[in-house]
Structure formats: C-alpha cells, structure tokens
C-alpha cells in the first residue's frame, strides 16, 4: 500500500486538521458525482477509494498513540464516518412525521456528538418548519464535515434546484395576459379557425362561411 | 430603508419603466407634502416598492402627469399624483425611519453616533406630523417599535438563528405593508412585508459581514457560522451557496403572491420584475460582494 501521507501530499508533522483538510480537498476534487456520467467515472472511484483508505489509515495510526493531536475545529465537531447512522431513532422519527419529538432529541444531543450527521437532520427539520437559511446552513455544513455523503449532497442539492425554479414564473404570469385569447387579433383568428376546424373533425361547424 | 428592494431595469419594458420611475418621483413629492421637505431623505427603492404593492392591493389607479422638481429642474418628469396609497406609504416611511435611526442611536459608539444624533429633530419632526396626519391606524408606531425590540433583544443575545432575527424584521415589514388594510388585502401586504423586510435583512447581513467581522458587531451570519462565515475576508463560498439556495426559497410565499396581483393594473408588470427577477438580482450582486448595485451601475441610471 501506499503511503498515506503522500496519497494525500501532507507531511507526517501535519497537524490533524490539515490532514482533514487535505482529505476534504481531494474528496472534492475526485468525488466520482462529479464525473458521474463521463469515461474516467470508474476511475475516480479508484482515486476516491485511495483517498479514503490513506485517510482511515492515518487517523486509525494516529488513535492508536503513534502520534497524539485533538481535533482544532472549534464550533463544529469532528467527522462522523459515512454510512454509520448515529441518530437512528431521529431518522425513525422523521419518517414518521413526528418532527417535533425528532427535533427536541435533536437539540437535546450534546456539543461533542454534533457531527455531520446531526447537522445534515436538524438541516432536514429545519427544511420541514420553513427555516431555509438555516437549513441550507446545516446542509453546507454536514457536507463540509463529510464531503463524500451522497445523502448530504443530495439534501444540498435538492435545495439548490428548487431555489433555481425561482422566477421562471416571469414569463409565465407575466405573459399571461398575452395567450392566443386576449392577445392581438391574427391570435384570435387562428384560434377561432382551430376551433373550426376541431368542430368539423367532430362533424359540427362552428363558423359557417368557412 | 435599505435599497435592496428594487427592479431589474435591463428586463422592463420602456412604459413599466416610466411608470416605476413615476411612482418614485410621486412618493418624493408626497413625502415632502406630508411630513415636510427634509423628510425626502428617507425615500428609497424599498418604499417604492411598498407604494407600488400598496396601489395595487387596494385597486388605486395612479395618475402620471409631467412635473418638475428641485432635483430635476430641466426636464418635466413623468410622476404618480398624490393619491392615498402614496400618503399612507410617506406616513409609514416616517415612522420607520424614525424608527431606524432610534435604533441608530441605540447602538452606535463614537464618530457612527454623528448621524443619528443630527438626524434625531428631523426624525422627530417627521414622526409627529406622520401620526397628525391620521393616515395610520392607532398604535402602530408602538407595534414597530415592539417588533424592532423584539429584533434588539434577540441580537443582544446572539441569536445564531439568521431565519429568527429575519423572520422578527419580515414582521416589523409586514405591520408596516399592511397598515391600514383589511381583509384579503391586508393578508397579501402581510405576504410581501414579510418576505421583503426577510430579504432585506439577510441581504444586509450579507453585505455587512465582513465590516461586523472587523469591528466585533453582531451579524447573524457571524453568530450562525462561525469561523466558517468569512474566507479570507470575504463571504465565504458555503456562506453564498447556502443563501443562494435559501433565500428563493424564503421569497417563493411573495412569488405566488405576485401572481395573483391584478394584470390589469399598470404597476403589476413592475412590482412582478422586483419580485422575480430584481431581487434575485440584487442577492447575486450583494453575495458577489459588490453591494446592492449602485446607481447606474446598470447602464440605465436612477429612477
């Protein structure tokens, strides 16, 4: 195997934050949803997988006392492992609907286990009571502290599409006034011979002259 | 007010224009009617805006005739008559006013108390003549003025709740749009005040992190980020990201409104191009860094 320090181009006196940092940036750069679709897809997962196995190498060296370091993000806890669920009776409980029960153990979990996961469910609940901006917040955060959760992106993603739908409706209401039956009169011409025309397909005649 | 609230100019019509420009021109002249001359300052796109909505919630048809003023001597401008929409909006805009600069007062420290101090006779002056008027409805100084300690207390406390402290000001907004109005008309005023006065303080947020950052002051976005809030200086690319998702959002509410606004009314075009493509607009420039847009920035110049 590689050394995991060169996979991720830090050296062995980095601190544990720049580790994370450089993880965080190459996860970024590589993560395969960005070339999902094109040739070097396969590849990517390669990389990624690379990245992910030389970060777990160095953080699994590092608990095991070769060389200490405490976490140095102050306000934002530290990474919460993909794929584990910390919150599973959270994650039961917004199924169900019952978000203010969801939110109450949300907010009741201490500092210290506010990881990805807690930001990416209070973003979710947040969503829910129409507080966006927090919300979205949350969600950039979870993503920030997981780069490679596709649940997390997704969530992000979701929100970032829905905001992009705003003011498409200003060519719709705002040209409404102009269809074919309040517009100018060639409109209602032609709309009036399409009627015609649908009437005597069904053997009727709408206008007699023609 | 802020200025945050207004048209994207390249996107209307040369007639919407006019009209936009026109009611602009009618809220100056209303303003110095009816709380005096020097209450003009106070004039600003967001109160225009106001006015606009106003009109067409309460079906008053504007009347645009030629007129010149001090600020433009040479050419006869195209402006909305007096009309009891115009009124109402120059009484509240007093009293907001009056409102901010308390606020002002308030909180400013050393050479920042300069303003507000000078400005505290005239505000004063313009306040009792907006409440003389009789255009308000009883107590709604006292309700602004709850709402707008309501929004103090909370950012004493640090709320870290940017929709929180949003959401206290979309109230303070709301009272304001719909004072006076009742029934279904009020409800939709409610509707725009809320979302517009939600936009306007994020987007004053947004706009003054990196000053608050330097001197210490509370900015929501500060409080609810963290040392994630600024890179190098400057909004940092989650923080503008998460608005850019977050505050279409918040104003799809005042988007469906604008849909059901009149079409027949001569200001619906406008107040339907500030919602769904000015503010938009003005949200890209302020997370750009580049503030709400200064005047003529656009190629088209002030109303």
């Given at each position: 195997?590689?050394?995991?320090?060169?996979?991720?181009?830090?050296?062995?006196?980095?601190?544990?934050?720049?580790?994370?940092?450089?993880?965080?940036?190459?996860?970024?750069?590589?993560?395969?949803?960005?070339?999902?679709?094109?040739?070097?897809?396969?590849?990517?997962?390669?990389?990624?997988?690379?990245?992910?196995?030389?970060?777990?190498?160095?953080?699994?060296?590092?608990?095991?006392?070769?060389?200490?370091?405490?976490?140095?993000?102050?306000?934002?806890?530290?990474?919460?492992?993909?794929?584990t669920t910390s919150f599973p009776e959270v994650?039961?409980?917004?199924?169900?609907?019952?978000?203010?029960?969801?939110?109450?153990?949300?907010?009741?979990?201490?500092?210290?286990?506010r990881?990805?996961?807690?930001?990416?469910?209070?973003?979710?609940?947040?969503?829910?009571?129409g507080q966006y901006a927090d919300a979205a917040r949350h969600f950039e955060v979870a993503c920030y502290l997981d780069p490679t959760n596709a649940e997390y992106r997704n969530a992000r993603a979701g929100m970032q599409s829905q905001a992009a739908d705003y003011g498409s409706a200003y060519r719709t209401v705002g040209t409404s006034g102009e269809d074919c039956l309040s517009g100018d009169i060639c409109g209602l011409c032609s709309t009036l011979v399409c009627c015609d025309s649908c009437c005597e397909c069904m053997g009727g005649d709408l206008i007699r002259c023609c | 007010m802020y200025g945050y609230v207004r048209p994207?100019?390249?996107?209307?019509?040369?007639?919407?224009?006019?009209?936009?420009?026109?009611?602009?021109?009618g809220l100056c002249r209303s303003m110095g009617r009816l709380t005096g001359q020097a209450s003009r300052i106070s004039l600003s796109y967001d109160m225009t805006f106001f006015a606009a909505v106003r009109m067409i919630l309460e079906g008053v048809e504007p009347h645009f005739v030629p007129v010149r003023c001090p600020a433009h001597p040479m050419r006869r401008r195209l402006t909305a008559e007096d009309n009891p929409a115009l009124a109402v909006t120059a009484a509240v805009s007093a009293v907001l006013f009056g409102e901010k600069n308390r606020d002002d007062l308030r909180d400013g420290r050393g050479i920042a108390l300069l303003k507000p101090v000078l400005r505290a006779p005239l505000c004063g002056h313009m306040e009792r003549r907006a409440v003389k008027s009789g255009l308000l409805p009883s107590g709604f100084g006292e309700e602004i003025a709850g709402h707008l300690s309501r929004l103090t207390a909370a950012e004493r406390a640090g709320c870290p709740s940017s929709d929180e402290t949003a959401g206290i000001f979309g109230d303070a907004m709301a009272a304001a749009f719909s004072a006076g109005m009742e029934g279904d008309a009020a409800k939709e005023a409610r509707i725009f005040g809320g979302a517009a006065g939600r936009f306007v303080y994020l987007c004053d947020a947004a706009d003054d992190l990196p000053g608050d950052n330097e001197a210490g002051r509370y900015n929501p976005l500060l409080a609810g980020w963290g040392e994630l809030a600024l890179d190098g200086g400057r909004l940092s690319p989650m923080v503008r990201d998460s608005l850019t998702a977050a505050v279409p959002l918040m104003l799809t509410p005042m988007g469906e409104a604008a849909g059901r606004l009149d079409p027949a009314h001569p200001l619906t075009p406008v107040v339907r191009n500030i919602v769904y493509l000015g503010l938009p607009a003005v949200l890209r420039r302020v997370l750009a860094g580049e503030g709400a847009g200064a005047d003529g920035k656009d190629g088209f110049g002030s109303p």
């Open positions: 195997m590689k050394d995991p320090y060169q996979v991720l181009g830090v050296p062995r006196s980095a601190s544990d934050e720049e580790v994370k940092k450089a993880w965080r940036d190459l996860a970024r750069k590589y993560h395969p949803d960005n070339y999902a679709g094109s040739a070097q897809a396969a590849g990517y997962e390669e990389i990624m997988k690379e990245i992910n196995e030389a970060y777990d190498a160095i953080q699994k060296e590092r608990a095991a006392g070769n060389r200490g370091g405490a976490e140095s993000s102050p306000g934002y806890s530290s990474y919460t492992s993909s794929g994650r039961r409980l917004i199924n169900e609907g019952n978000y203010d029960k969801a939110r109450f153990i949300i907010e009741s979990t201490p500092a210290s286990d990881g990805a996961e807690w930001h990416f469910l209070m973003g979710w609940l947040l969503y829910q009571s | 994207h100019i390249p996107e209307l019509k040369v007639g919407e224009y006019e009209r936009y420009r026109a009611v602009y021109c």
